[in-house]
């Protein structure tokens, strides 16, 4: 018997660790400087009109998570026409993995925005500028 619980918990030991540390499906990435990747992910790799819950992973070049500090994210839209400049500033919290953030955000209209993610800390400062299309 405890030989079988051994090997359950040895199972669930790799498969948790197998997982990607990125939740959902991935909405962007890009380069955040530093030699890092940042990725936004959904849980079905798309951001839309209205409340939106999302992951931004910050890794290295073997996909490890790396833990960035202090990070921000807002979704901007630039004036057009008569329509004025939009900013939707995201709300930011740990995940239980350094460099995985949970966010949710309200964009204000569907259409083209610059996702503006920021942070600074241990691995340095940096940015990233990505475009993201929301539906």
């Given at each position: 018997?405890?030989?079988?619980?051994?090997?359950?918990?040895?199972?669930?030991?790799?498969?948790?660790?197998?997982?990607?540390?990125?939740?959902?499906?991935?909405?962007?990435?890009?380069?955040?400087?530093?030699?890092?990747?940042?990725?936004?992910?959904?849980?079905?790799?798309?951001?839309?009109?209205?409340?939106?819950?999302?992951?931004?992973?910050?890794?290295?070049?073997?996909?490890?998570?790396?833990?960035?500090?202090?990070?921000?994210?807002?979704?901007?839209m630039p004036a057009m026409g008569t329509m004025p400049v939009m900013n939707d500033a995201a709300t930011l919290?740990?995940?239980?993995?350094?460099?995985?953030?949970?966010?949710?955000?309200?964009?204000?209209?569907?259409?083209?925005?610059?996702?503006?993610?920021?942070?600074?800390?241990?691995?340095?400062?940096?940015?990233?500028?990505?475009?993201?299309?929301?539906?």
């Open positions: 018997m405890f030989k079988k619980i051994l090997i359950v918990a040895g199972c669930l030991l790799l498969a948790a660790c197998g997982q990607s540390a990125t939740t959902g499906k991935t909405v962007i990435s890009g380069d955040a400087g530093n030699g890092l990747t940042v990725t936004l992910a959904s849980a079905d790799g798309v951001m839309r009109d209205g409340k939106n819950e999302f992951t931004i992973t910050f890794a290295d070049s073997s996909g490890k998570p790396v833990d960035v500090g202090a990070t921000a994210v807002n979704f901007h919290t740990t995940s239980g993995t350094p460099g995985v953030y949970n966010g949710t955000v309200k964009l204000q209209m569907a259409g083209d925005w610059k996702t503006q993610i920021i942070y600074e800390g241990a691995a340095g400062k940096g940015r990233a500028n990505l475009p993201i299309a929301a539906q």
